[in-house]
């Protein structure tokens, strides 16, 4: 039976989390403190039932395997967890809960656009949305904690991780990697609809070379803390829980043993108190990096760098109790860990509320949660080319559907979709079907004859195509960000009947899309929208929803561009990113990026004004102070529109080179045809802050160029002093 609060103090719910920990910590053996740092994959009742009751595991994680997002699995089984944690409660002689995980990314059962599908939407209430949904529907499967959200910044479109992550600017993946923050965790994460979050991964992977994964990290701190360190200090900010360690070495030093940014900055300068884990064997990988000769020397550099919990490698049950004991490793930094493990299970209230029971509700999709899935869908789909074509009209005539995914239903989830069901996705034919009837015509493309003829046959052609998710996510990296193989020649055939032609592409990365401009009448990228795939895209091609989604990562026109992004920062002799009066740097193609970063359309145009300060006030910021700027934007079209207006800056003299442009915050407009609308930003000389030569924050006096527009590359400039 379990213990009374009398025999074990630490479960009265009326103490503080502090002293439950205090008063637990106390009682554990040197055993039982490295059993809370030891997590195992897949966790069997049974076969693990001996090491449950001796306080050996502290966690697991439920994955197909190391690169879980690449496979499906059986999903999590509730009486298996019940069954595990019996043995953990009631049959060990403190009754500690395991802590049970899973890769929850961009929804559970219902399935929501990719990271990179919610970052395009811009918005932070609904990317907050869609995570308190996914932690809503994991909980009933016993799930406690997510692997989300990934923050790493990227500029490199081979690295298949990107559709993980939510964006290439500080700004904008730290803001909305708060937003999940919030949503996966609320206010309280002991709240039982709540899951805790894991920021991921730290740091630097984004910039793995080659974009190979796992790869090799060359960066100086410099870069680090004013770009890639600054949405995980966003997150941290927001409260998140837990931190992951990166798979990869930065300028040498590999992540999981790099004492300087994970213990003195992220634990000690950001005063993080959560718990670090490890990514999957990334301990044990200490020794393919040439760092450690053995799992008893990668696991005395990884406690002293400050990693908290050993995902699956079994270097600290196996050797931390002996580094201990032989005083090679301080027990402080084995209670420290303990104690931050004990923290979160206290915080999350597994102790209080350890078992799932009985369901206390189906995680099916429900009319609410496809409702919040089709909003999302809905703003991640990017328009980035029309001559007019879409949308198209109520009285079209025949519409010919074709291409790969035209029936397609679980490709369209994107990578890392564990627990979506195929039944459960709306196929883009099954919705067009819906409006047109008889008047569609489908075809997959794999017979390109009969495709020609089909085109021929209708008025005009909707071609879906693209990356399967399989090329996107981890370990899937590619040497070229062209469409797959064969499909661009299959374009080319149907654009030379000469009918209207609408590509849709889905994606999880950046690609080339050079060609497919050239040859559609209109491209829309939709990443991966998850289960209202179909709903979604027949409501922007028939208009019943213009498309607002902007691109969260630059998209070069190349393979051979990369890398190209907002990160660029100036050289020394001097090139213009603005396509008017550039010089090149190539002497076979132009230099500026084939979409910038932000670039989206609508069905309707935009015209902005001057920016301006409002009021009249002076272009001085000094100390506090806030200033207030505005611009106007004027729907100039036929249709409404929805309209993100982003600021951005340049500060033209500092310390070090800062980029060419840098996105400081956005606004979203909603303007009917012919309103007007004023997008307002209140400015602070913070936010023009950046860490100088000694890599300490610092804001300099002069002039910082504001520049308000639809994207990275266009807008309207305003000068500002910031004052000594």
């Known amino acids: 039976m379990t213990a009374t609060p009398g025999e074990r103090p630490w479960m009265d719910p009326d103490r503080s989390t502090t002293e439950r920990v205090d008063l637990l910590l106390a009682q554990m053996t040197l055993a039982e403190k490295v059993g809370q740092t030891h997590q195992v994959a897949n966790i069997h009742p049974d076969d693990d039932a001996a090491l449950l009751a001796e306080g050996r595991i502290g966690s697991s994680l439920f994955a197909s395997g190391a690169t879980g997002g690449n496979e499906r699995d059986e999903g999590v089984l509730a009486s298996n967890i019940d069954a595990a944690q019996r043995h953990a409660i009631e049959g060990s002689r403190l009754g500690i809960p395991v802590l049970f995980g899973r ?61 993980e992550s939510l964006g290439e600017t500080p700004v904008l993946s730290g803001r909305l990697a708060a937003a999940m923050v919030r949503g996966f965790q609320g206010a309280d994460p002991s709240d039982p609809d709540r899951i805790a979050a894991c920021a991921k991964h730290f740091a630097g992977y984004g910039l793995s070379a080659g974009g190979r994964d796992y790869d090799t990290v060359s960066v100086g701190e410099n870069t680090l803390r004013n770009l890639h360190l600054r949405p995980f200090r966003t997150a941290v900010d927001a409260g998140v829980t837990t931190v992951m360690a990166a798979f990869n070495d930065v300028d040498g030093t590999p992540m999981h043993a790099h004492r300087h940014l994970l213990r003195d900055v992220l634990k000690g300068e950001w005063g993080f108190d959560g718990v670090v884990v490890a990514d999957w064997n990334g301990i044990g990988q200490l020794i393919h990096q040439g760092v450690a000769a053995d799992l008893r020397e990668a696991s005395q550099l990884a406690i002293e760098a400050g990693v908290d919990l050993d995902m699956c490698s079994g270097a600290y049950a196996a050797h931390l109790a002996d580094l201990v004991e ?34 206390p509700r189906s995680n099916a999709p429900t009319e609410a949660s496809r409702s919040t899935a089709l909003r999302a869908a809905h703003a991640s789909h990017v328009l980035v080319s029309n001559n007019g074509v879409l949308p198209l009209a109520a009285d079209t005539g025949t519409v010919h559907l074709t291409g790969p995914y035209a029936e397609a239903a679980e490709e369209l989830f994107g990578t890392w979709t564990l627990d979506g069901r195929g039944e ?26 009969r495709a020609v003829q089909q085109v021929r046959n209708a008025d005009v052609t909707v071609a879906v195509v693209g990356e399967h998710p ?25 654009s030379r ?9 889905y994606t999880g990365r950046p690609l080339e899309l050079g060609d497919v401009m050239d040859l559609a009448d209109a491209v829309l990228v939709v990443w991966h929208p998850g289960v209202e795939a179909g709903n979604a895209l027949a409501d922007i091609v028939f208009g019943d929803v213009a498309p607002h989604g902007r691109l969260p990562m630059t998209f070069p026109r190349t393979t051979g561009h990369i890398p190209t992004s907002t990160h660029q920062r100036p050289t020394g002799r001097l090139i213009e990113l603005h396509e008017e009066g550039q010089q090149g740097r190539y002497l076979d193609d132009q230099v500026f990026p084939r979409l910038p970063f932000g670039y989206g359309l609508s069905y309707t145009s935009f015209e902005y004004g001057e920016l301006r300060i409002s009021g009249g006030s002076s272009p001085t910021l000094s100390g506090d ?31 070090v080179t800062r980029p060419l442009t840098e996105l400081v915050d956005w606004a ?57």
């Open 470 to 494: 399989w090329r996107s996510g981890e370990a899937n990296s590619v040497t070229d960000i062209g469409l797959p193989a064969g499909q661009l020649e299959h374009l080319r055939q149907l």
């Open 103 to 163: 890769d929850v990314i961009h929804g559970h059962r219902t399935v929501c656009p990719i990271p990179l599908g919610l970052a395009a939407s811009f918005d932070e209430v609904l990317v907050e949305e869609v995570a308190a949904l996914a932690a809503y529907e994991a909980v009933v499967d016993g799930v406690a904690w997510t692997f989300a959200p990934m923050v790493d910044l990227s500029e490199e479109p081979r690295w298949g991780r990107v559709a």
């Open 497 to 505: 009947i000469g009918k209207p032609l609408v590509v849709v592409v």
């Open 668 to 724: 979203v407009l909603d303007l009917a045809p012919g309103e007007k609308g004023t997008a307002t930003f209140t400015v602070r000389a913070d936010q023009f802050a950046y860490f100088g030569r000694d890599n300490t924050l610092r804001v300099d006096a002069g002039e910082i160029t504001l520049v308000a527009g639809p994207d990275a590359l266009h807008g309207s400039r305003l000068s500002l002093t910031v004052a000594p």
């Open 625 to 655: 102070a806030e200033l207030v700027v505005e611009v106007d934007v004027t729907n100039t079209g036929e249709r409404a529109g929805r309209e993100v207006v982003q600021l951005s800056f340049r500060d033209p003299v500092a310390q």
């Open 424 to 449: 459960d996705v709306v196929a883009p034919a099954t919705a067009f079907r819906v409006r047109l009837g008889e008047r569609l015509l489908v075809s997959d493309g794999r017979f390109s004859d």
């Open 326 to 359: 032989s005083g090679e490793v301080a027990e402080s930094l084995l209670d420290d860990a303990v104690r931050r493990v004990l923290t979160l299970k206290f915080r999350l209230g597994l102790f209080d509320r350890p078992y799932v029971g009985e369901p």
